[in-house]
């Protein structure tokens, strides 16, 4: 079965390198918080508050983000293969044997990239170190320490998501009946919002505007964030999982519009929701978390405006530590989009047989980047004021954040041009393929 795993993912890696890169991302990122939080925690460490608080919560919402990002890269990865998988079963393979298979494909790629992630995590957490070292917010000459926590904390949250996620997806793969699933890899309509996922979406809602509403009561001081920020992480999530329910009226709207592209676009919104869901997902969560934290940064700053150096010592931090979790959020759009793109071959070739021209198909695809682009910068702008209008209205006594309206036209537009650079050069590269080739892809 091993083996079996291994000549698999070794000659199908294009579909595996989108959950290898996001697993390998996710755990530079928690390794290195995890360094910060080890040395905050390290004998002799005093008056060093800053590296148990700073952890503690931008980790606690990282562990979140990585978490749902791995879960649903994985899930993706999976269901590019889900006509292989119901061959298998069609032949010889039981549904236990396709699970078995699943998590040995993903553990195969799963633990040499966690094990990379490490070694850079390390380097980025030693970084900010430094970092808060020159600020002042700990001592000179506090060395990093690179502890068991440090090493386990990445590895061990990112392998735990990664087997879950398998077990999961494989699960699913090996309970669906053979000719079923064969039927499913072609084009049939999807399922717009299954039950689990609608109860997962609105206890994620239920839970983001809680916690929202709670930074209202919270004191005004450093531990406001660790409500608002895990409030917009959370809304973020559920509202990703509900925008299947969304997306057929979205589609609809798009019917009546003019244009060939855009009827198309709009006719597969409707008959594969779940699939543009992939796409609108992670534009969400980048959407929601990049304006929701930079704009509680600027209103950080404006607060601060005037006060000691520390002040804008610690902003510069802050930025970076935003940073970083933005860089991952970009990492999992690019990925996801990607082989989001590269799982639609087949529809492409049929399109194409059935008279559409290239420019009708790749017309269709941006149509449907600027739809799903626009349903996704209004659930990111709902979470990004969940995350930030009670964060300022205790910091300043305004709902309204601090910091000019550039950010977040700025994050929107970026985020427009990320779905554009990873689907339109996908298509493009797809699109030479001949029809018939792409068809029985």
Excluded: H
Aim: proline letters at 5%; charged letters at 10%.
């Amino acid at each position: 079965m091993i083996r079996f795993a291994l000549r698999t993912v070794r000659k199908r890696w294009t579909a595996y390198a989108a959950a290898g890169a996001v697993l390998f991302a996710g755990t530079t990122l928690l390794t290195a918080f995890a360094l910060l939080l080890e040395t905050g925690l390290s004998p002799g460490a005093d008056g060093t508050d800053t590296l148990v608080i700073l952890p503690s919560i931008l980790g606690g919402w990282t562990v979140l983000i990585v978490t749902f990002g791995v879960a649903s890269t994985i899930a993706l990865t999976v269901q590019q293969r889900e006509r292989e998988l119901a061959l298998l079963r069609a032949i010889v393979a039981s549904s236990g044997q396709v699970r078995t298979i699943v998590l040995a494909e993903v553990l195969t790629v799963a633990v040499p990239m966690i094990a990379l992630g490490i070694i850079p995590g390390i380097g980025l957490g030693t970084f900010v170190l430094s970092r808060l070292s020159t600020a002042g917010f700990v001592p000179d000459g506090l060395d990093a320490q690179v502890g068991a926590l440090t090493i386990a904390t990445g590895a061990v949250l990112s392998l735990a998501t990664a087997v879950l996620a398998a077990v999961v997806a494989g699960r699913r793969a090996g309970a669906v009946p053979p000719v079923r699933a064969i039927a499913a890899a072609t084009m049939t309509r999807g399922k717009a919002l299954g039950r689990v996922r609608r109860n997962a979406g609105l206890v994620c809602t239920v839970v983001g505007v809680a916690l929202g509403s709670t930074t209202f009561a919270m004191p005004n001081g450093p531990m406001l964030s660790s409500t608002a920020g895990p409030a917009g992480v959370a809304l973020a999530v559920g509202l990703a999982l509900l925008s299947p329910a969304m997306i057929p009226a979205l589609g609809r709207l798009a019917t009546r519009l003019p244009g060939a592209p855009l009827r198309l676009a709009g006719r597969t919104l409707v008959v594969q929701p779940g699939r543009a869901a992939v796409v609108v997902t992670p534009l969400v969560l980048l959407i929601g978390i990049a304006t929701g934290t930079l704009y509680q940064q600027s209103t950080e700053d404006s607060v601060n405006q005037g006060a000691a150096n520390d002040a804008a010592q610690l902003s510069s931090v802050n930025y970076l530590v935003v940073a970083m979790i933005v860089a991952f959020c970009t990492i999992l759009v690019l990925n996801t989009l990607i082989a989001a793109t590269r799982r639609r071959k087949p529809e492409f070739g049929l399109l194409r047989l059935t008279a559409a021209t290239r420019g009708q198909v790749l017309g269709m695809v941006l149509a449907e980047s600027v739809l799903t682009g626009a349903l996704a910068t209004v659930l990111g702008t709902i979470t990004a004021a969940v995350m930030v209008a009670p964060y300022s209205m205790v910091r300043t006594g305004s709902l309204l954040p601090s910091g000019p309206l550039a950010i977040y036209l700025g994050v929107v537009g970026g985020a427009f041009v990320l779905a554009f650079v990873a689907t339109l050069p996908t298509t493009v590269r797809t699109l030479w393929t001949p029809p018939v080739d792409a068809l029985a892809a």
